[in-house]
């Protein structure tokens, strides 16, 4: 296989693996509402940390900081949207999907959530990029690292 070729076949495998992190976060987040014990923060984190990893999967060649500039952007853009009070934004915000991604009101400590969320993907990006899984993912032989 040309170089060119073997490059898309592994971000085609990381953007897989940043996939199925998405969901895995987005199901953890939709679990941690259901049980009093977890505190509402968890939630802003694993929010932050979904958001991390959607801007990875959309800007997978893009450097480590790019990433995480969008990312916190973005979390902070919704949360200082919280402030603005109108009735057509108030009524997307009672629905399901208002409340999940623009939230109700604003609060100095989601912006702290946020961070945390965002470092916490970049933590695991880390890893990911030490162990590099995607490369040596194979399922007829998963010994191979082609």
């Known amino acids: 296989?040309?170089?060119?070729?073997?490059?898309?076949k592994l971000m085609f495998r990381l953007r897989i693996l940043y996939l199925f992190l998405i969901v895995f976060t987005i199901v953890i987040g939709l679990l941690s509402r259901h049980f009093a014990v977890i505190p509402l923060f968890i939630g802003d984190i694993l929010w932050a940390l979904m958001v991390y990893f959607i801007a990875r999967f959309l800007f997978i060649s893009k450097p480590l900081k790019f990433v995480v500039i969008i990312s916190l952007l973005f979390c902070y853009s919704i949360e200082f949207s919280q402030l603005y009070k109108a009735p057509w934004i108030d009524s997307l915000r009672?629905?399901?999907?208002?409340r999940l991604v623009l939230?109700?009101?604003?609060?100095?400590?989601?912006?702290?959530?946020?961070?945390?969320?965002?470092?916490?993907?970049?933590?695991?990006?880390?890893?990911?990029?030490?162990?590099?899984?995607?490369?040596s993912f194979n399922p007829t032989n998963p010994g191979s690292s082609n």
Request: aromatic share 18%.
């Open 103 to 135: 939230g109700n009101t604003f609060l100095w400590g989601d912006l702290l959530s946020y961070t945390v969320g965002v470092a916490i993907g970049v933590l695991i990006d880390i890893l990911l990029q030490h162990f590099k899984p995607w490369q």
């Open 1 to 8: 296989m040309t170089p060119f070729f073997v490059r898309h």
């Open 94 to 98: 009672d629905t399901l999907f208002g």
